[in-house]
């Protein structure tokens, strides 16, 4: 059974970098069926994608959020992290790793079960 | 960039049909799959590839999508699919998300 699983700090300042990192177990984040990517959920609003990656190494972000995220890829411990710089209020949120699966065309069928993270002083 | 648009809320009665639908220029001619989200947890994927249920979603559930529309309908609403309900698009290896509609069943 695959599972996803994110961890970072809960709390991080504003201005300075959120990072986190989703394990993967029960399946390789090295297989062509799938992307694997990033979404974000702030407070009683709705879900935000902030990007994927596929496993020939190519990445893609959402446009509103590309000048200030990175995602990079661990395969030897097949996990994938997410950097966001220069953090607001705004980045407050439930940030959820998932796998988006080719014979779904792309729906997003594993989620983690989230991580909070709050941007405050 | 391409935007999907869902209204905020919709409410049905119990047994009722609901029908939810999700916007986007030429969305007919991409694929779109729809999310259930109950509070405090994770969405789950109920519609992929416009009308194709993953196993273990109820018959109820069914979508379809043409033209400009995609819409996600539950026929027989129970109680427990009162939820938060997002349709998503794969676009040139992106994804983009409608904004979610609240189904209240009341």
């Known amino acids: 059974q695959l599972q996803l699983q994110e961890s970072g700090p809960g709390l991080v300042k504003p201005s300075e970098t959120l990072s986190l990192t989703c394990t993967v177990s029960?399946?390789?984040?090295?297989?062509?069926?799938?992307?694997w990517g990033w979404i974000r959920q702030p407070p009683g609003k709705g879900l935000e994608w902030i990007g994927n990656?596929?496993?020939?190494?190519?990445?893609y972000y959402n446009p509103s959020l590309k000048s200030r995220v990175s995602i990079s890829v661990d395969t030897s411990k097949n996990q994938f992290s997410l950097k966001v710089s220069s953090v607001t209020a705004a980045d407050t949120g439930v940030y959820y790793c998932?796998?988006?699966?080719?014979?779904?065309?792309?729906?997003?069928?594993?989620w983690g079960q989230g991580t909070l993270v709050t941007v405050s002083s | 960039s391409y935007e999907l648009t869902q209204p905020p809320s919709v409410s049905v009665s119990p047994g009722q049909t609901a029908s939810i639908t999700c916007s986007g220029d030429?969305?007919?001619?991409?694929?779109t799959c729809w999310y259930q989200q109950k509070p405090g947890q994770s969405p789950v994927v109920v519609i992929h590839?416009?009308?194709k249920r993953p196993s273990g979603i109820p018959e109820r559930f069914s979508g379809s999508n043409s033209g400009n529309i995609a819409t996600l309908t539950i026929s027989g609403t129970q109680a427990m699919d009162e939820a938060d309900y997002y349709c998503?698009?794969?676009?040139?290896?992106?994804?983009?998300f409608g904004g979610g509609t609240k189904l209240t069943v009341l």
């Open positions: 029960g399946g390789s984040i090295s297989s062509s069926s799938y992307y």
């Open positions: 998503q698009a794969w676009d040139s290896s992106t994804v983009v």
């Open positions: 030429k969305l007919g001619e991409k694929y």
């Open positions: 990656f596929y496993y020939s190494g190519r990445t």
């Open positions: 590839q416009d009308t």
């Open positions: 998932a796998r988006h699966h080719s014979g779904y065309e792309y729906a997003a069928d594993y």
